[in-house]
């Protein structure tokens, strides 16, 4: 194999979904020829003709329905088949829900189709072909909003001007309590307003989780909880740090400050020194030199140095300049150490599982640790990453010198990836390879002309020889030449 300085371009975690087996891809790869091919949704797929006419074909590449349509747009709940100015939606089963006789627009927003009727009347259609919001709203009466798993909150406006959440999924609706429309924050949070005070509405619980107050400037979280929030205070107009319960921490400081999961607030000087704390207070507002971490395991700063060590001060590792916790977001499997300008990480038990010697660490969604250092890419010195699992052992494969999870919008986000992930690299001759994340395992060879797809449905497309081709989650689906280079 070819030195392997590669681009990732995507990375992607297989669905459960059955994947077709190397026979049916020949089949429907056969089937297929001549077409551009589109991911599979569920059992179909939209395919796109010579001239430019779009289809919808079934597993077996047949068309169910014909090339003629001028763009067909598609979710993994709905497809949109549009002609001449007119729409016709059917369900992931390709089954018939509705057409222009009957509304004026139909349009798909991410797993929901919205309609509206020619009394400009909006409604929506949610998962299932469920109507998830009857086609009786005006535009302004509603608000709808995707969760971070995918699910959709509404927000609905009676005839005072009051608002209402609503989670159709359960039939749950609030009352019409709220005086404004709630605006998302992230994850499955909303802020909602009552009045001049605020608080924040977890779409998970449905409620309310910090008391409401006037004058807010900002609320903080971790791990997707709210922690701390920043609010004025009404007897001497400053502002002031909040625990999510109301209580007061200390003054807003000068200074960068940041959160350390929901028990600590650390002031610093922020940019390079962002990891340097000038304070540490924890939630009673007391100041404090260490930062617990998990069941009986603390970083301490003294003398300008981290030292990882058991609250009963036993030392496990250390001392290091920087200790990264800015950067350690969810991950309670290791940490990310800095000495003299280089990086590694170390593990609960204080053994080094990554070197100190890369110019970054950084955690990556697939489970493994990320290292950076200046490579040679062409004429030009870059910087380039590899992997280490968690464990400790270098991944084969890299230097890399592109990330989707950081750079392109066409990475697969949403879904952990788990030991099935795969990623497509590119190799220093410009062929594209499909490998495992877990150990890079090579599943097609670098001899893709383009980048594949993100998978969909235990599926993805290829492109190979001039072609596109339907592969599955083993890598299968090329013709048999492509993989013995």
Known sequence: M?????????????????????????????????????????????VKNSVGHYGLIDQTGQLVYPAEYDTIISSSEYFNLLKDGKSILLNSAAEFLGDSTQYSSITLCGNLARLIDHEGKHGFYGPSSLMVL???????????????????????????????????????????????????????YLLVTIGSATSVFDCKELKEIVPFRENVRSYKFWNNAVSF???MNKKDSLDYIYTSDGKSVMKYPEEEFCYWKNKYIVVSKGGEERNIPLKIVNRGGKSVLILKTVDNLCWQYKKDKWVFR???????????????????????????????????????????????KYKSVR???????????????????????????????????????????????????????????????????GKFGLCKVKDMKVLIPFVCDKCGTPEKNGMAVAYYGGRQYYINNKGEGLPDAAYKK
């Not at 890299?398 to 879904?415: E, K, L, N, Q, R």
């Open 2 to 46: 070819k030195n392997i300085v590669a681009i990732i371009l995507l990375m992607m975690c297989w669905g459960n979904s059955q994947a077709l087996s190397k026979k049916q891809l020949k089949d429907l790869n056969m089937n297929v020829s001549g077409y551009e091919l589109m991911p599979f949704e569920g059992d179909y797929a939209v």
């Open 134 to 188: 009857p086609v009786k709203y005006h535009e302004s009466d509603y608000v709808v909003y995707t969760l971070s798993d995918g699910e959709y909150m509404f927000a609905l406006r009676n005839e005072t001007g009051m608002w209402a959440l609503s989670y159709p999924k359960t039939n749950w609706i609030s009352e019409y309590v709220y005086s404004e429309a709630p605006k998302f924050i992230s994850d499955h």
């Open 229 to 231: 929030y920043v609010g």
């Open 310 to 356: 058991t609250t009963e001060a036993k030392k496990l590792a250390g001392p290091y300049d920087e200790f990264d916790f800015l950067d350690q977001d969810d991950q309670e499997l290791a940490h990310i150490v800095g000495d003299a300008g280089k990086y590694g990480a170390v593990n609960l038990k204080g053994k080094e599982i990554v070197p100190l």
């Open 363 to 429: 955690f990556h969604p697939s489970g493994n640790v990320k290292v950076f250092d200046d490579v040679q890419f062409g004429d030009s010195v870059v910087s380039g990453f590899s992997f280490y699992s968690i464990s400790g052992k270098r991944l084969k494969g890299g230097p890399f010198i592109y990330d989707p999870y950081v750079d392109s919008t066409t990475a697969h986000f949403g879904t952990p990836l788990t030991e099935n992930g795969v990623m497509w690299l590119m190799n220093d001759e």
